[in-house]
């Protein structure tokens, strides 16, 4: 290996996407095979006046860029800062490029989910993961595979 291993620290600071559109606050656990996150749905977010007035749920396809985002996206830059000089790492960008995600439940405002994801298949910066976001409670509200690659910038 020519890089290092990040600390959870350093893989939030490399997700690119910044509020409000940064789905993770926290990165919980990180290694080769899996990572876990957590993030608390801001119930003032703007997307929730209409998305279904009066009795809002947390769009679908948010819950997806969140996983993404906490997956694809986290180990992505873990795994690239594990095989690259520093300076290389740092101009490849991990990028969601796909998902299979069933729904099975709903994410009401101020919910705070916990986001686990492992890894399925790591080759030429290529990402696949399955992956789960559940309540607090453990009730799992989605789950599938996603993917990504690693692409310069």
């Keep these: 290996m020519a ?3 990040l600390t959870p620290a350093e893989v939030l600071a ?3 996407q910044r509020e409000p559109f940064r789905f993770v606050d926290e990165i919980v656990a990180i290694d080769d095979e899996r990572v876990v996150a957590t993030y608390r749905w801001r119930e003032d977010a703007d997307f929730y006046r209409g998305h279904f007035p ?3 749920v947390t769009p679908g396809v948010l819950l997806v860029e969140a996983l993404a985002q906490a997956s694809v996206v986290a180990l992505g830059a873990y795994l690239l800062a594990k095989e690259l000089p520093e300076a290389e790492a740092a101009k490849i960008v991990p990028f ?3 998902a299979n995600v ?5 994410v009401p405002p101020g919910a705070r989910v916990r986001m686990e994801s492992r890894r399925l298949l790591w080759r030429m910066r290529k990402l696949r993961v399955e992956g789960a976001m559940a309540l607090e409670d453990g009730t799992v509200v989605c789950a599938g595979t996603l993917a990504g690659v690693g692409v310069a910038r």
């Design 3 to 5: 890089g290092r291993a």
């Design 96 to 98: 969601f490029t796909e």
């Design 102 to 106: 069933e729904f099975t439940g709903v």
């Design 54 to 56: 009066g009795d809002p």
């Design 14 to 16: 490399r997700i690119p």
